[in-house]
């Protein structure tokens, strides 16, 4: 199967600082990318969908200027958390799909800790 | 949203079978039945996936019901290696081709 990576695995950082996550698809083209949250314990928790070159659709609840998402290539998706707080601690997760596959490959996670 | 809904948690014995259930009784004609899991910390890793028909490949079986409103996945030889979070997902690849989460079964493997 393709593969999809994510960088950093694990980010600790202050409370009020902005932190990118990047989600890469290795070996094959992804047309779209989705972004997950998941805190621990629970489900993993879809926050938004994006489609190289256009802008991202986000989940109801989830804030579009706290959470920003870039999706300027076929294989390159950034997730900015922006002043993050200890809240925003959580599991976040990519994956990447598109017309070639049917299936979603999913990155192995950034865990984020906000201090 | 079609949902699904799974045990919560399952147990298993190391190399017997285990039989993994998932109802979906509002599926759409167009929706596939996914199959992923989760390993602690992971990210989910996709298992096995079909429409109607039955699936089989390396690591499970997927047997669907005829009306679809439910399917099974079939671990032939739990190893504890299996042990994680399975979720079962509908996807319609032709409407938002998202895929949204449950709460999954967690499955335990025992020596």
């Known amino acids: 199967g393709a593969v999809v990576s994510q960088h950093p695995s694990r980010v600790i950082c202050k409370s009020g600082t902005s932190v990118k996550i990047e989600c890469r698809s290795l070996?094959?083209?992804?047309?779209?990318m989705f972004w997950y949250r998941q805190f621990p314990k629970k489900s993993l928790m879809l926050m938004a969908t994006s489609n190289e070159g256009s802008k991202a659709t986000y989940e109801q609840g989830v804030e579009k200027d706290k959470f920003l998402i870039n999706h300027a290539s076929l294989t390159l998706s950034t997730l900015t958390v922006t002043s993050a707080h200890p809240e925003d601690s959580s599991f976040y997760i990519c994956?990447?799909?598109?017309?070639?596959?049917?299936?979603?490959?999913f990155g192995p996670g950034t865990r984020l800790t906000v201090l | 949203d079609a949902k699904t809904t799974q045990p919560n948690s399952m147990e298993s014995n190391e190399e017997e079978p285990v039989h993994l259930p998932c109802n979906h009784s509002?599926?759409?004609?167009?929706?596939?039945i996914h199959w992923y899991r989760q390993l602690p910390s992971q990210g989910p890793e996709y298992v096995i996936h079909?429409?109607?028909s039955n699936v089989n490949n390396r690591m499970a079986s997927l047997a669907i019901a005829e009306d679809r409103k439910s399917s099974t996945l079939i671990l032939h030889r739990a190893t504890l290696r299996d042990a994680a979070v399975y979720y079962c997902i509908l996807r319609d690849p032709y409407n938002n081709n998202d895929m949204r989460f449950g709460a999954g079964t967690r499955l335990t493997v025992k020596p």
């Open positions: 079909g429409l109607t």
């Open positions: 994956s990447a799909s598109s017309s070639r596959y049917n299936e979603q490959f």
């Open positions: 509002t599926i759409s004609g167009t929706d596939y």
């Open positions: 070996d094959f083209q992804a047309t779209t």
